[in-house]
């Protein structure tokens, strides 16, 4: 069977096309694009939206305040939203550098694929980064909440360091774990599809 | 071709048009617009688009399996089944590649496209000849 054949072939069979009309193209057009690296984008100001709004609360909460454990926990967490506010600035950042879709399939192919890795490689990294700080901000607020002599005692304990030491392995490992998960999940698959394109691409 | 499912596919041709859209600004003539045209919607369709998880509905899974269409069933309808079931068993890009040639674009616009040489796609193109008429003729 000849390639000819199979060109005689599609073309006994081959359904008309049905071209769109102005009307049905201008709706698409109107459409959300569902590309990942649009998906990705979306999220991200989404996140980004979300911490500035929670930032200017807290911050307007914060300077409502008299002295006191609710001032300084109020500005602690300001303190992290702003410290996401950059995070969120420079995920965007690396997603506007994935561009290219206007080069041939092998060169894009490739191209995401750095770029991907090297998004999620920042994402787990920055999570890695920011789960101690959220436990370091839990010890900060049972400071603030039983009075630091208080705590210098309840911290001078062995039973307290033991415990204090099994739930930070154990945040750590559920966090790393679940990090590692949820990125798999969310675009692992999508990037292990694109390597084995990228392989067979590859191949003579 | 590249999707089965009905819904899936219609969200997959509106990516492409917004694609062709969105990047027509940077056509700049140093291709033909149709080789262009391929190259958008297959980046699209192969590594910038993840599908979403649906369930299939009766009708998609009845275009699925059993490959009905409106013609008669005379050889030729038959062939053309068969020819579409094993086009849908190659690999995305062998289903890529033997598309184009079945729509006629000439091998050098498949290499620019798919981004190997010539050779390469007349090598494979034989290859993806040879799995069709396996798969076709067993």
């Known amino acids: 069977m000849e390639l000819e054949d199979l060109k005689s072939i599609w073309k006994s069979g081959e359904t008309v096309f049905q071209p769109k009309n102005e009307q049905e193209i201008a709706i698409m057009l109107k459409g959300r694009s569902i590309s990942i690296v649009n998906k990705l984008k979306r999220n991200v100001w989404f996140e980004l939206v979300f911490a500035i709004v929670v930032s200017l609360g807290l911050l307007l909460y914060a300077l409502s305040l008299e002295q006191g454990a609710m001032k300084w926990t109020s500005i602690s967490l300001l303190l992290m939203c702003l410290a996401s506010t950059i995070y969120f600035i420079k995920k965007l950042s690396v997603l506007n550098r994935v561009q290219g879709i206007n080069d041939n399939l092998h060169d894009t192919i490739s191209f995401l694929i750095t770029n991907l890795t090297s998004y999620l490689k920042f994402y787990r990294n920055s999570y890695t980064v920011l789960y101690p700080v959220y436990f370091l901000l839990g010890l900060l607020f049972s400071v603030l909440e039983r009075g630091t002599d208080k705590f210098v005692v309840f911290l001078s304990q062995p039973s307290t360091i033991v415990y204090l030491l099994f739930m930070a392995g154990l945040c750590f490992l559920v966090s790393t774990w679940f990090t590692r998960w949820y990125l798999k999940k969310l675009y692992g698959d999508h990037l292990e599809k694109l390597k084995k394109i990228l392989d067979e691409l590859n191949q003579q | ?138």
Not at chain 2, 21 to 35: A, L, N, V
Not at chain 2, 79 to 94: G, H, M, P, T
């Open chain 2, 1 to 138: 071709m590249y999707e089965n499912d009905r819904d899936v596919r219609n969200d997959l041709f509106q990516e492409i048009v917004l694609q062709l859209w969105k990047s027509f600004s940077s056509f700049r003539g140093e291709s033909k617009i149709s080789t262009w045209m391929y190259r958008i919607a297959l980046n699209t369709a192969i590594s910038g688009y993840r599908k979403q998880t649906r369930l299939l509905k009766t009708e998609d899974l009845r275009e699925m399996h059993l490959n009905i269409s409106d013609a008669g069933s005379d050889d030729y309808d038959e062939n053309f089944q068969k020819l579409q079931w094993a086009i849908r068993q190659l690999s995305e890009i062998e289903r890529a590649m033997i598309m184009m040639a079945l729509e006629e674009i000439p091998y050098e616009e498949i290499a620019e496209t798919i981004g190997i040489t010539q050779n390469n796609v007349r090598v494979r193109m034989n290859r993806i000849r040879e799995k069709l008429k396996k798969l076709m003729c067993p």
